[in-house]
């Protein structure tokens, strides 16, 4: 398994997301929840070391 480069520059609630090819994707937080354009997949953070995730190409 080799190393991965992952880096994450955030712009008030709008997060870009770069590897070692470049730019991967975009998301925006807001309080609890988030959005992904790659994963196109609401998410919630619950208490603790849980979330809710809703995959939007199976609903």
Known sequence: ???MF???KKF???ILH???NGYSSWS???GRWSWNSR???HRVDLP???SWKQ???RA
């Open 1 to 3: 398994m080799g190393l």
């Open 6 to 8: 992952r880096k994450r």
């Open 12 to 14: 008030g609630p709008f």
């Open 18 to 20: 770069f590897t070692e």
């Open 28 to 30: 925006i937080k807001l």
């Open 39 to 41: 994963a196109k997949a």
């Open 48 to 50: 603790g070391p849980l």
């Open 55 to 57: 995959d939007k190409s």
